[in-house]
């Protein structure tokens, strides 16, 4: 039975869209790879996408004995949290409402060794 290790970050104020744009370019890349790719982006979300990437590894490593250079990224998403509220002053008195995305990240890695 093939096991896969799983990290989550929830309530990140980053927007769910931005960060699925990081997620396209790791998932299915090996874990050096995607380190790789994530130190050289020059997106927001990478610092907390490499090290969300960094804790399922450990996971991987410390659960199921995996080694990290085995690990390919299986699964990668972004969900969508929920919306700070907030608001803005305008003209003549009104207030304009501005919505501050929040994201849970999902990570799953599974070992190159139990694919073939």
Same mark, same amino acid.
């Given at each position: 039975?093939?096991?896969e290790?799983?990290?989550?970050?929830?309530?990140?104020?980053?927007?769910?869209?931005?960060?699925?744009?990081?997620?396209?370019?790791?998932?299915? /890349?090996?874990?050096?790879? +995607?380190?790789?790719?994530?130190?050289?982006?020059p997106?927001?979300? &990478?610092?907390?996408?490499? %090290? =969300?990437?960094?804790?399922?590894?450990?996971?991987?490593?410390?659960?199921?004995?995996?080694?990290?250079?085995?690990?390919?990224?299986?699964?990668?998403?972004?969900?969508?949290?929920?919306?700070?509220? /907030?608001?803005?002053?305008? +003209?003549?008195?009104?207030?304009?409402?501005?919505h501050?995305?929040? &994201?849970?990240?999902?990570? %799953? =890695?599974?070992?190159?060794?139990?694919?073939?």
């Open positions: 039975m093939q096991h290790a799983t990290a989550t970050s929830k309530y990140l104020r980053l927007s769910p869209n931005k960060v699925r744009r990081v997620l396209d370019q790791i998932r299915g /890349r090996n874990y050096q790879e +995607a380190l790789i790719v994530l130190e050289f982006m997106y927001r979300g &990478c610092k907390a996408i490499k %090290k =969300l990437l960094e804790s399922a590894a450990a996971n991987a490593t410390n659960n199921y004995g995996y080694p990290k250079n085995s690990l390919i990224i299986h699964q990668a998403f972004a969900d969508i949290g929920p919306k700070l509220k /907030r608001f803005q002053p305008r +003209a003549q008195g009104r207030a304009f409402q501005i501050k995305p929040t &994201c849970h990240i999902t990570l %799953k =890695l599974s070992s190159t060794s139990l694919n073939n």
